[in-house]
């Protein structure tokens, strides 16, 4: 019996009656195998990430040791980006706004938790294992497939995988950082910043967003000689959930979008 999934693969692969899909070569591969794939394509490319935000931390004034905590224990790329940046801006004066952006950022999580909660399953232990692997790739492999045995496999492979990839690259651009010493030398010192504009990048593909991103930007910027570093930000993000609230040049209920 034939699978509708076989629709998502290439041409140059057929699926026989047990399931598994045949390529080219004759080697099966099975739906496992293919998540497997797939969620191992994403933890290679995700934690290469982790080298920028290792050398960034240290250029910002972190330690070495630091910058490894906070990848073991925070684990969100965004949130640890706005941490770092923010810090380098204002160091320790700042260090609460950076906690507050930090935290701004990672409250995504708390969605793809709820999301992901029926998926995981078990008790409350597997669940809370299951939560510091939250995140917006392992979230994203997870419901991307239609079986819910695939979609934990993809969860729990995508999840553990870029968390040891994340802290080994995190370690390696931290030793780099601290071999580079100066960071204005480099350049470095605004390093942060463009980093965070690249995560921000792709996402502006509709109206509202760039219309957000662009607010925001003017209003942090207004503010930036007034108050202390980090303050900036917090303040442009009453942008963006005003914008959310009213929906402002989003697309209305019952619109084509």
């Known amino acids: 019996m034939p699978n509708v999934r076989s629709l998502d693969y290439p041409a140059h692969r057929v699926q026989n009656h047990s399931h598994a899909f045949i390529e080219a070569n004759g080697v099966p591969v099975t ?25 960034l931390a240290v250029a910002a004034g972190l ?21 770092v940046g923010v810090f380098a801006a204002g160091g320790l004066a700042a260090l609460p706004s ?15 938790g709820m999301r992901m909660s029926p998926i995981i399953g078990g008790g409350a232990a597997r669940r809370a294992a299951a939560a510091h692997f939250t995140i917006d790739e392992s979230t994203a492999v997870a419901v991307s497939q239609n079986d819910p045995r ?35 030398a480099w350049g470095l010192d605004a390093a942060a910043a463009a980093a965070f ?4 990048w792709p ?8 219309a957000v991103g662009v607010a925001a930007a003017v209003v942090a910027a207004s503010f930036t000689p007034f108050v202390m570093p980090g303050l900036p930000v917090l ?23």
């Open 235 to 257: 303040i442009a993000a009453l942008v963006a959930i005003l914008v959310g609230w009213f929906n402002w040049l989003g697309v209305r209920d019952g619109a084509i979008a």
């Open 150 to 184: 695939l979609r934990r496999v993809g969860f729990w492979v995508t999840g553990i995988g870029i968390f040891l990839g994340w802290n080994a690259t995190t370690l390696i651009g931290a030793l780099v950082g601290d071999v580079l010493g100066d960071p204005k």
């Open 31 to 55: 739906p496992e195998r293919e998540v497997w794939r797939e969620a191992l394509g994403v933890v290679l490319a995700t934690s290469a990430y982790g080298v920028s935000f290792g050398a």
């Open 98 to 112: 950076a906690i507050a952006s930090a935290a701004l950022l990672g409250a995504r999580n708390i969605a793809y």
């Open 203 to 210: 996402r502006l593909k509709r109206r509202q967003a760039v």
């Open 63 to 83: 330690d070495v040791w630091q910058a490894c905590v906070l990848s073991l224990l925070m684990f969100t790329g965004g949130s640890q980006f706005a941490f």
């Open 197 to 200: 504009l690249a995560l921000l």
